[in-house]
T-cell receptor, first 108, second 118 residues
């Protein structure tokens, strides 16, 4: 039972534009969400997190939005840079399971 | 941030042999460690969760006799792939988490181990 889902396997954006990565979850008891970035043949690195008591958390070019009623979170990257090209995973801290990941490609 | 290491980074073995992968938290005490497997172009699949000093909890479909996990100390967990077969070839990643409320109270990932079984 996949409680964290990323339904878009890939996303391609132009450098300088906004990248929006989406994640849905099913368990309303989840209270902490994280985004990780992963390059090939490396372990994931923590990017940004959000607690369920907030609806937005911002860190530089990265902003995560949480819509609890819709059980949906999104990661916004603006402006996107070619170095952002990677696979992005969302996870719920309670569960330690990851969504399927979205491969972001930022074109120069 | 906290540092997690894995050893070896890459291993090639013959079918039927056993391979041990180590995961160490270098600057914090990892009360919980996780083992993941990643297939090409697929997500990270959680294999098992281990708490220091107790038996690992395996996810459904993961053979506990095939993938032996030992979390003997607060800084070391090992995954042993027993009687490895070519289908066990994969990228194995560990992560470690410190006590609740500590600075390491989130998952920190190791760099991964590429296992190739011939």
């Amino acid at each position: 039972d996949q409680q964290v889902k990323q339904n878009s396997p890939s996303l391609s954006v132009q450098e300088g534009r906004i990248s929006i990565l989406n994640c849905d979850y099913t368990n309303s008891m989840f209270d902490y969400f994280l985004w990780y970035k992963k390059y090939p043949a490396e372990g994931p690195t923590f990017l940004i997190s959000i607690s369920s008591i907030k609806d937005k958390n911002e860190d530089g070019r990265f902003t995560v939005f949480l819509n609890k009623s819709a059980k949906h979170l999104s990661l916004h990257i603006v402006p996107s840079q070619p170095g952002d090209s990677a696979v992005y995973f969302c996870a719920a801290n309670n569960d330690m399971r990851f969504g399927a990941g979205t491969r972001l490609t930022v074109k120069p | 941030g906290a540092v997690v290491s894995q050893h070896p980074s890459r291993v090639i073995c013959k079918s039927g042999t056993s391979v041990k992968i180590e995961c160490r938290s270098l600057d914090f005490q990892a009360t919980t460690m996780f083992w993941y497997r990643q297939f090409p172009k697929k997500s990270l699949m959680l294999m098992a969760t281990s708490n220091e000093g107790s038996k690992a909890t395996y996810e459904q479909g993961v053979e506990k006799d095939k993938f032996l996990i030992n979390h003997a100390s607060l800084t070391l967990s090992t995954l042993t792939v027993t009687s490895a077969h070519p289908e066990d070839s994969s990228f194995y990643i560990c992560s470690a988490k410190g006590p609740s409320g500590s600075r390491a109270d989130t998952q920190y990932f190791g760099p991964g181990t590429r296992l190739t079984v011939l």
